[in-house]
């Protein structure tokens, strides 16, 4: 029988060990994987790190790659601080990758158009996101499954755009028009991809950290999360914060959404996000849902995707195994954290 | 309009519709128990994607369909009792974790099946289930063609619900089931075990998705392609809340998704439809949501869904 008895008093030095154990664990497991494909792992990881950070445009290459996901991780920890269980950060993204798309597509001048993309991204994931926490506000309808399933409903809306009024009439691909060359973000390193969207991530996570962990609404959002009754009895509107909270989880959502289309592929299609929205839901718990934790988060599974697409090339082993790496970090930083908060002991039934 | 009501009564449309709703039943009713025990199941995307995959290996290799069936039925009990060993034994966030079990079986799936199949351009298939038609009953006119000849399996699904409303409602191990969902800790004082009890029904629940997404793989279609199970899970999900929680409903609500998904199909065939298919697709999505708005008041979900069970917290 396995018992769980609460820990009074964590130790930071657990509290730090305990992440970087289940990042190792994970290395550890997935390197069978490797085995099993028939690669040397020392090979392997080694691909995968100079693909990762091996020169100046490896890094930049981890760093775009990782920036969608600050924004999604981001998304996600202020949502899960409140308890306001958005799993809809996928759909989020879309929705704010759709609408920046359309503002991008307006003849207007570059720098007006690059903020306008910014601010209609944001409305679009904050108003998806906003979908569930009204019908849980008002109709008591679980967040989890209500967030999870309008991903598919964006999904779908944004498939019937590139394959119906925005399909190319030419070549018949399923992609939208591509947004005006004035609205291209800006890069900072010729001959890469570092974008504005990489900065704009960056600067985010401070600033919602800052706001989480120092501002009285981020103090109302970790209130409403630890003890939402405590919170009301303190006077503190819970209904409000979730529904502010909602707003700036989807916003950050419908950011990452901005990026993929201002600063990656200029247009929309179908595959934007390659599950981005559930990759910040990994970041997220990697971080500990700390705002500042979700960057060097994003850019270890960033590092992991990108390697293991060159793992892949270099020695066979198929790229999937980044997927693996996600679910399995996924997991064992769950168990990790939970061995944080619990003693677990093992004992005979008591019977 | 009279495109519409031709394609509707035709045969092969019934057909299509009991077909569709075979793997749809399967998923539904394995979320179904496993939410009625109190776990909410979120991994079922994955489960279903990666037991598809198994079990079409299975068969493939061992050149007996049956054989995948039950490695796909075995697939998805494991990977539904590491869910449950995760979130009933530690007691560690539900969605979260069946979030991470559908990433990692996603990962496997595609990781394993790249690993066997090198060669994408020439696709593995294996000779798929044929539809056995029922002596007599087969040739009632229209209904007997679309009911009573179909696949084994679906014959099986079909009789699964009675047994599964039955179980569910009219043995101890039901009531047990859904004491341990609805008010664990009396469930507790009654001299359940709750744990035992919630994680035999996410692995029971877990191999129902596991043969769901096998039929996808060996009856459907005949061979295994990334997009085989394309949300079949996340709406599988919709679908036990539009059905309540309860077998009749959720088989109900099944058949009611692939009657919208057949026609949709059609449809988009004929090319008489100037409304986007993808309409037809995001509805069921919409109308589960639609749904739960109304429904929530009367409170059908089980109490104690993502709730963790811990017999020293109180």
Known sequence: MVRLQLRHDVSPALNFALPLAAVVFTLVLCSSLIRIAGASVVDAYGVMLSAAFGDTYAITETLVRATPMIFTGLAVAVAFRAKFWNIGAEGQLLSGAVLSCMVGAINMPGGIAIALMFVAGFAGGAVTALIPAVLRLKFKVDDVVSSLLLNSVVLYGLMALIEGPWKDSLSGYPISPPIQDSANFPVFIEGTRLHLGVLAAFIAAPIVWFVIARTVFGFKIRATGENPEAARFGGIDTRRVIFTTALLSGGLAGLAGVCQVGGVHYQVMAEISPGYGYSGIVIAMLARLNPLGVVPAAIFLSAVMVGADAMSRATGVPAFIGQVVQGVAMISMLVALLLTQYRVQFRKAAT | ?314
Request: hydrophobic content about 55%.
């Open chain 2, 1 to 314: 309009m009279n495109a519409v009501l031709e394609q509707i009564f035709q045969v092969g449309f019934l057909a299509a519709i009991v077909r569709i709703a075979t793997p749809l039943t399967l998923a539904t009713l394995g979320e179904m128990i496993s939410e009625r025990s109190g776990v909410l199941n979120l991994g079922i995307e994955g489960i279903m994607l990666i037991s598809a995959m198994t079990g079409f290996m299975g068969a493939y290799y061992s050149g007996d369909l049956w054989v995948g069936i039950v490695v796909a039925a075995l697939t998805g009990a494991v990977f539904a009792a590491l869910h449950a060993t995760l979130t009933v034994l530690l007691g560690v966030s539900q969605h979260v974790c069946g979030i991470g079990i559908t990433l990692l079986c996603t990962g496997l799936a595609y990781f394993f099946f790249r690993l066997s199949f090198t060669d994408s351009s020439h696709p593995a298939t294996v000779q798929s289930f044929e539809t056995i038609p029922i002596p007599g009953l087969a040739s009632i006119p229209v209904l007997g063609p679309a009911l009573f000849n179909q696949f084994a399996l679906t014959y099986l699904t079909a009789l699964l619900v009675p047994v599964m409303a039955y179980a569910l409602y009219r043995t101890p191990w039901g009531l047990n089931l859904r004491m341990a969902g609805e008010n664990p800790r009396a469930a507790d004082a009654a001299g359940v075990n709750v744990m035992a009890t919630r994680f035999l029904a996410v692995t029971l629940g877990g191999a129902l998705m596991g043969i769901a997404g096998a039929f996808l793989t060996m009856a459907q279609f005949n061979t295994f392609t990334f997009g085989v199970i394309s949300g079949r899970g996340w709406i599988a999900i919709a679908l036990v809340v539009f059905g309540r929680w309860d077998p009749w409903r959720c088989a109900g609500a099944a058949l009611l998704f692939a009657c919208v998904d057949a026609l949709q199909l059609r449809l988009q065939a004929a090319g008489v439809s100037h409304i986007p298919y993808e309409a037809f697709l995001a509805l069921p999505f919409v109308f589960t949501i639609v749904a739960m708005a109304f429904m929530s008041r009367d409170a059908a979900a089980p109490p104690a869904l993502l709730r963790p069970f811990r017999k020293e917290e109180r």
